[in-house]
T-cell receptor, first 110, second 117 residues
Framework: TQLLEQSPQFLSIQEGENLTVYCNSS?????LQWYRQEPGEGPVLLVT?????EVKKLKRLTFQFGDARKDSSLHITAAQPGDTGLYLC??????????FGEGTQLTVNP | GAVVSQHPSWVICKSGTSVKIECRSL??????MFWYRQFPKQSLMLMAT?????????EQGVEKDKFLINHASLTLSTLTVTSAHPEDSSFYIC?????????????FGDGTRLSIL
């Protein structure tokens, strides 16, 4: 059973569209990170959220941590081809282990 | 920001060869480093947790005699794939966490593409 369920797994959209990626769990996370990974490279940290209900913005990206700290979402406004990549959520539970979601492969077509 | 360097970035070798991959934290000390394996268009699968000065902790199903981990200093961990076979071909990624609270974000290397012929 996947501890962190990420959806959708694949998303192909046109440039300028908006999208939301979801990361859900039945477990409570002390912190949750979002990463973006391009082919042949390691994941790059986008944001860390730690407080229930927290919202963070990074240019056209908006990250939200659920009130109960069990879920998170990533919303991208006016997607661009440069946003193409694998988006990964990852969370820390009570221990130090970082658990990854299955990933969302985003393709933004020009 | 924190930088993690992984070397080599790409290895092609014959079946039966042992391959060593290095992971270095360049501007911070990392008590703990992590080794992951990733298949195309899939998420990262944790293989083992490497602790400086002690034995690595391996995930269920990962053969510790096959994937040797050494974490001899606060800035270097190595993963050696012993007697590699084609099924070991994959993308291997390391990450490091700064010392301090366990919930610090991990910083990832750029990965090593391993191809066994």
């Amino acid at each position: 059973t996947q501890l962190l369920e990420q959806s959708p797994q694949f998303l192909s959209i046109q440039e300028g569209e908006n999208l939301t990626v979801y990361c859900n769990s039945s477990s409570v996370f002390s912190s949750l990170q979002w990463y973006r990974q391009e082919p042949g490279e390691g994941p790059v940290l986008l944001v860390t959220v730690v407080t229930g209900g927290e919202v963070k913005k990074l240019k056209r990206l908006t990250f939200q941590f659920g009130d109960a700290r069990k879920d998170s979402s990533l919303h991208i406004t006016a997607a661009q081809p440069g946003d193409t990549g694998l988006y990964l959520c990852a969370g820390h539970t009570s221990g130090s282990r970082l658990t990854f979601g299955e990933g969302t492969q985003l393709t933004v077509n020009p | 920001g924190a930088v993690v360097s992984q070397h080599p970035s790409w290895v092609i070798c014959k079946s039966g060869t042992s391959v060593k991959i290095e992971c270095r934290s360049l501007d911070f000390q990392a008590t703990t480093m992590f080794w992951y394996r990733q298949f195309p268009k899939q998420s990262l699968m944790l293989m083992a947790t490497s602790n400086e000065g002690s034995k690595a902790t391996y995930e269920q199903g990962v053969e510790k005699d096959k994937f040797l981990i050494n974490h001899a200093s606060l800035t270097l961990s190595t993963l050696t794939v012993t007697s590699a076979h084609p099924e070991d071909s994959s993308f291997y990624i390391c990450s490091a966490r700064t010392t301090g609270t366990p919930n610090q974000p991990q910083h990832f290397g750029d990965g090593t593409r391993l191809s066994i012929l």
